[in-house]
């Protein structure tokens, strides 16, 4: 760890243009970067892939790159060494981890999932790999209501780590699943009252949100989908308004694909004028000039873990090739 935290501390030179460097970097290394959306715009802007959960997981495991840094949180660069564990797999920032994923501790999730041994567990795939390791199958927000359908009416099952996505799919899907008590603290902290004083400011505007939200937030949306089905709503939608309800990276990219259309991040319940996740927003161009040149910090695993994890990984995997998604 100490030789990891001296490479974040290496001195870079100012007179450097990092987009070049970075580009040169990737070229001499045969690397690639996946950039999640709520990354910060130059990020996405030097990114060779920008996506969601589920799009970030799917090039992971296709690509060819000899290395992959991976712009995001630690779960999702976890779940890149996984699916492609030939490559090396490196991150900005080890630093930069999930609320909801340290939302459930592996020893105590376990010992929920031994009280309901008559349980399928479905996880979402913001977690760790050591509770990906004890689920059936991963899904996402864009395949999580696709999934729980494809099992039996009767079927039980466990859903974690997040509450307000498993409410918001029982909801959806008319089950009745068993939530682990997790959340995310850029989506719960949203204000009810902020976003309705907004929506009286901006009568015409459509409220986009994700399912991480807390319910009483997505009863006041016109939309309610994946950072990635909010985005190409907002592309497709004829509207010139809209309020985000999702951490306010992803704004960048909705502003590129529609520069005529306004959007609104909607505040959180603080003094902030939109809900930045403080994991992500580690990430900085000079930290990833730096991992790519000095190749760390490395995301490592044991085999036996990422045997074990990948499992539910590739279910998902399958399943969303066969749902088309």
Known sequence: ?????????KKIDPSLDLFAEISDLKKTKNAIILAHYYQ??????????????????????????????????????????????DSKVVVPDLNA?????????????AAFKAAHPDHVVLTYINCTAD?????????????????VESFPKDQKIIFAPDKNLGAYINKVTGRNMVLWNGACMVHEIFSLEKL???????????????????APILEHAHFIGSTTAILNYSKKSDAKEFIVLTEAGII????????????????????????????????????IYIALKYEQPEILMSSELMEK?????????????????
């Open 1 to 9: 760890m100490n030789l990891e935290k001296g490479f974040l501390e």
């Open 40 to 85: 910060d715009a130059d990020i996405q802007d030097i990114a060779d892939y920008i996506g969601d959960s589920l799009g970030l997981a799917q090039q992971a495991e296709k690509t060819k790159a000899d290395m992959i840094l991976f712009a995001g949180v630690h779960f999702m660069a976890e779940t890149a060494k996984m699916l492609n564990p």
């Open 97 to 109: 981890g999930c609320s909801l994923a340290d939302s459930c501790p592996p020893n105590e999730f």
């Open 131 to 147: 509770i990906k390791a004890l689920s059936d199958v991963i899904v996402t927000s864009t395949n999580a209501v696709q999934i």
């Open 196 to 214: 309705i004083k907004l929506k009286v400011q901006h009568p015409k505007a459509i409220v986009l949100a994700h399912p991480e939200c807390e």
């Open 252 to 287: 960048h990219q909705m502003q590129k694909s529609s520069p005529l259309k306004t959007f609104i991040p909607a505040p959180p319940n603080n003094s902030c004028a939109c809900n930045d996740c403080p994991y992500m927003k580690l990430n900085t161009l000079e930290k």
């Open 309 to 325: 994890a990948k499992r539910p990984l590739v279910k998902m995997l399958e399943l969303s090739a066969k749902f088309g998604l």
